[in-house]
């Protein structure tokens, strides 16, 4: 079983996949963090995140990149929504991410587009949204708690940009799938969030 979940920075799709993971016992990946190792590679060497061939050559990161907890920050979430609009790097990181989704017993991927290029075949594909407000001051909570002092406005800019590029890219913009079932965290606890979001998978799968 492939379990797609997509959706906007802070949403708490990233929150839900894991649960969902856990909860039927499948391995998961979190996409966004090829995206951030790639625009952490850039910025690492100094270059321009908007250069079409300067983020094609940092798809070419290694492996332990991704366990470097400053993919998590800002700005280096910036630097992955900048890059991710070259479909060269999206296409270096497609079989990446394709390969994972198609292993043996299935698996849960939370990105911006796997219900609708990743795994467009996946038996349930979540869409998990929230208001600019509300994720900003998640992510105003999350950065306060690593003891990283920024504004609140600051954040909800920075989404807000980064939620136009991600949906108005040309290459596999950000948007739910025609057979998405959308789960709105606006006004969910994290319990209330995964609760939701198990009793969809549940419901779709009979």
């Not at 920075?158 to 913009?173: G, L, V, Y």
Request: hydrophobic residues 45%; proline residues 4%; aromatic residues 4%.
């Amino acid at each position: 079983m492939i379990i797609a979940v997509d959706g906007p920075t802070a949403s708490g799709k990233g929150t839900i996949a894991k649960a969902l993971a856990a909860h039927f016992g499948l391995p998961h990946l979190d996409t966004g963090l090829l995206y951030r190792a790639v625009g952490r590679q850039v910025q690492l060497a100094g270059g321009d995140p908007d250069d079409p061939a300067t983020a094609l050559a940092a798809c070419d990161f290694a492996d332990s990149l991704l366990e470097d907890e400053i993919l998590r920050s800002e700005e280096v979430g910036g630097y992955a929504s900048r890059v991710s609009v070259h479909p060269d790097v999206r296409h270096a990181l497609f079989q990446r991410q394709r390969a994972f989704a198609t292993q043996p017993g299935g698996a849960v991927l939370d990105g911006r587009d796997i219900g609708t290029v990743i795994a467009p075949e996946a038996e349930v594909k979540l869409y998990v949204t929230a208001s600019v407000q509300e994720r900003a001051r998640r992510r105003w909570l999350e950065m306060t708690g690593r003891e990283i002092d920024i504004p609140l406005a600051e954040i909800e800019r920075d989404i807000a940009a980064r939620d136009a590029r991600d949906i108005n890219r040309t290459d596999a913009p950000l948007r739910a799938a025609a057979d998405a079932l959308v789960i709105d965290t606006t006004h969910f606890g994290r319990d209330a969030a995964i609760e939701a979001a198990i009793e969809a998978v549940v419901a779709r799968i009979g």
